[in-house]
């Protein structure tokens, strides 16, 4: 596919709000799992209270970052972020059941299917809109620091990870997929066929 087709079947404008508005949405769910988690992790050590402290500060970051670029660009919230702040919730009570392993799983899951849509979006605004592009590339370094320390704090190997973990993707990726209205997943097919 060529860049013009590549333009043609995603117009920047809709494209672009799409965009902010899973990515709005998505960092609203990952401050309600990380807050949720936190409500427990004092029975765990001193690392993980930090780590879960530390991400939620940041996710706030992230979403007041991306509400700024709505506003800049007329775009309002997703009108489903209430159901993202729910299910945060829950999925952050969920892994809480695994304990402190639960909970580094479920952040590697979460932020490694968010990694992967944050690099096609990067790839995409490239050259159509360096300011948000730019803003997506910081965020991202903060989103893969917090999926190296999920992925350091479990055992992939184990079966109930896997389980887990497979679980967390699934939903994630329905979410993210359904919030976009299936952009997203038909930009990475279209931008691998770029390649
Ligand atoms: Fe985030
Ligand atoms: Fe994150």
Known sequence: MTDASLDAEFPL?????????????????AIAIYRAQRWFSSLWDEDLNGFLAEA???????RD??????RERGVSPCPGTALWVAGGYILGLVSVCGGKRGVYACT?????????????????????????TDVIR????????HMNEGEAGYNPNCQSAKGFTGFVTVIVEALIGLATFGDSHRLRRALRRTC
């Open 56 to 62: 939620e500060e940041h996710e706030i970051g992230h």
């Open 65 to 70: 970052r991306f509400r700024r670029a709505m």
């Open 138 to 145: 910081e965020i991202r370094i903060e989103e893969a620091a």
């Open 108 to 132: 590697a899951a979460v932020e490694r299917a968010v990694h992967g849509h944050l690099d096609e979006q990067i790839e995409f605004l490239a050259d159509r809109d360096d300011a948000l």
């Open 13 to 29: 404008v809709r494209t672009r709000r799409r965009i902010l508005k899973v990515n709005h949405a998505g960092e609203c769910g």
